[in-house]
């Protein structure tokens, strides 16, 4: 199975809004909504911040969301605040019942 | 509030078996309908799923991985365990255990454990 494709960086102001995009096939992110993204800052376990393509688990504020379209999913990030700075991993349940990982984004707030 | 934790050998000889245990706390392993998972990170990489075990028993595994995985559980001691045959430098990871829940989003990790392979 392949990885999900991922921008490897992206970079925007405080304050700003941020979208980082994950790419797969019909047999994972095309085929179900069972997306996931996660946090990780360097050193630490990744945290889950949306799953079912657009569910915030309790915890995790309203300025991160999660949407779909066909083969591509999204986490948009609002309102950008230095401690957003981080990478980012999609992640999807594929038709074999497997999960594939995304290459992961670094997030850089300037 | 669910903790996982790793713990097993921090190096490993090349051509041998990597072993990792997680213990659960918080929570028991066959009380609910949850994947039990792995997950490594090479330095300075991404994330690769590696498997899962469900709380019956099935499993589950990276089809790239699956000839030298092996990943059970032992529901009397809440514990689910690794194992990794024939190991080389590239297996050489930080590695998760983790507990996913329905569409198999990861909602609660373990700390991490490097294991370094190397003679």
């Known amino acids: 199975q392949s990885a999900l494709a991922q921008p490897a960086s992206v970079s925007e102001s405080p304050g700003q ?34 799953y ?55 997030l850089t707030v300037l | 509030q669910v903790q ?18 997680c213990t659960v706390s918080g929570g028991f392993i066959s009380s609910g309908t949850y994947y039990w998972s792995w997950i490594r990170q090479h330095p300075e990489r991404g994330l690769e799923w590696i498997g899962y075990i469900y709380y019956s028993g099935s499993t589950y595994y990276n089809p790239s991985l699956k000839s030298r995985v092996t990943i059970s559980v032992d529901t009397s001691k809440n514990q689910f365990s690794l194992k990794l045959n024939s190991v080389t430098a590239a297996d050489t990871a930080v590695y998760y255990c983790a507990r996913a829940s329905r569409g198999l989003a990861f909602d609660y990790w373990g700390q991490g454990t490097l294991v370094t392979v190397s003679s």
């Open chain 2, 4 to 21: 996982l934790q790793e713990s097993g050998p921090g190096l490993v000889k090349p051509s041998q078996t990597l072993s990792l245990t």
């Open chain 1, 52 to 106: 079912d393509v657009s569910n915030r688990p309790s915890g995790v504020g309203n300025r991160f969301s999660g949407s779909k379209s066909g083969n591509t999913a999204s986490l948009t990030i609002s309102g950008l605040q230095p401690e957003d700075e981080a990478a980012y991993y999609c992640s999807s349940h594929t038709t074999s019942s497997t999960v594939v990982f995304g290459g992961g984004t670094k």
């Open chain 1, 17 to 50: 809004s941020i979208t980082i995009s994950c790419t797969g096939s019909s047999s994972d992110v095309g085929g179900y909504d069972y997306v996931s993204w996660y946090q990780q800052h360097p050193g630490k376990a990744p945290k889950l911040m949306i």
